[in-house]
């Protein structure tokens, strides 16, 4: 329930704060007072979009604050924890006060406050579908609606069709998701078919030749050494023989360092300097000969490549070189390929399982759709008798006595997400007429009458905390809109509801009387909100009825009219 909302720079508004509280409150005032702007507001606060045209001229921004009492354990403050906003305390241990506000800036941000924390302005939105609902002009459009329809009818089946409804829905979706990939297994059966042909080839290939990793690398390095055998040896043999030859005549490294050794250490008996010099170069010739036999172990191994066949590993490289062409560009990426190859080959080879098992999963689904949607489909035949029939009752009430509502359900040839069913609502204006759709067969104020009886009959099996009706009663009059005020307080029994009008036949009704007013300074229209109480409230009538607020014969008029909502209030309890 909405207790109280605030508006400042919106519109013609500079600044206003409506009480507004439970039951029922009318809110009336002149043609451009403002009216219209409390709606808009409203719609700020939950979630509709912002437009900086509606900022007050002169003014940077607009801002807009409205405070709801709602259960601390519910849905609604849930969701506002989750967006990291908070309840304030309301005096009551199971309900709190939620703060919601909106600004936006005359150059188009717009911002939203939800418990005390920013949010985005989706998540007004989506309190919205729990706070209030919302109707107009607009939404008699939308009521011609074929889905707003079904909607309508849906919430008038409860709790018991909305559980038929989501498992039809779960076995739907279910249905669909499978039928779209047994659809697409068989469609691209042939191409699969050729990527698992290719991919056995491939494989074949790969698995063939057998490469190890780094085996390119390695049999390169073995090419270039046996391509290359004789210089190797010839450099390395030369090598050997000048750091130790095995001539005895011949000069070598090992034998000139040795001769030196020998010479320091004689001479070094008379100096030590040079001792240590003897030991350095005998360390040398240690370093020789360590050289000297790593070579010889070279010179060896070189004996024993040559052994090898040149010819055998130019082929082997061959062999790496046409997988790499083929499905490389590296040796690595083709052992890659091999990997994840198997692996797909195994899934597109398990295809025709996979087709065999979707067909039969497909096939049961479809019947759990049919189950359900026949269920759903019963429920709404029987939702639709008892629906038109009370929509028609309370239509007798509100002055269309010979109207009659008619809510036809028939079934589709195919299945979609809400079911197999189409929803019409359709109005019998009189006897012996044929039903129309109401987009066809009624007038505007026909409409209003027959959104409002839709709701009330609703209220009993969904109930909404808050409606809000923004000139419900155009284009009604008289006995009809007096009927109107009626189901408009029988109906804030069990909800609040807010109703902006320009008559006087229906704000009679209301517990909560608040007018727009409006001073002008030649420029600029400056709108605030107050509420109404005795006097005032039946001079205000009074303008409603005649235009005119000090006529003696519309004070006496709106004063019966307020006695007579009075009486029919109390009937009706």
Known sequence: MIEEISIRDLGVIESATLPLGAGFTALTGETGAGKTMVVTALGLLLGQRADSAVVRSGAGQLWVEGRWQVPVDGEVAERVRDAGGDLDDAGEASIGELVLSRSVAAEGRSRAVVGGRGAPVSVLAELAEQLVVVHGQSDQIRLRSATAQREALDRFGGAGLDSVLAAYQSAYRRWNANSAELAELIDDRDRRAREADDLRVALSEIEAVAPEPGEDETLAEQAERLTNLETLRLGAAVAREALSTEDAEGPDVRGLLETARRELERAGAHDPALQELAEQVAGLGFQVDDAAAQLSTYLAALDADGAHDLEVIQERRAELSALVRKYGPTLDEVMEQAASGGKRLAELEGDEERIEQLTSTVRDDLAEVERCGASLSQLRSTAAASLAEQVTAELGALAMADAEIVVDVQQRDEFTLTGR??????????????????????????????MLAIEV??????PVPTFVFDEIDAGVGGAAAIEIGRRLARLARSAQVIVVTHLAQVAAFATNHLTVVKAGDGSVTASSVRQLTGDERVAEMARLLSGLPDSESGLAHARELIELAEEKAAASR
């Open 421 to 450: 069913d189409a929803v019409s609502i359709l109005l019998r204006p009189h006897n012996g007429a044929e039903p129309r759709p109401l987009g066809k067969g009624a007038s505007g104020g026909e409409l209003s009458r027959v």
């Open 457 to 462: 009959v609703l209220a009993g099996n969904d």
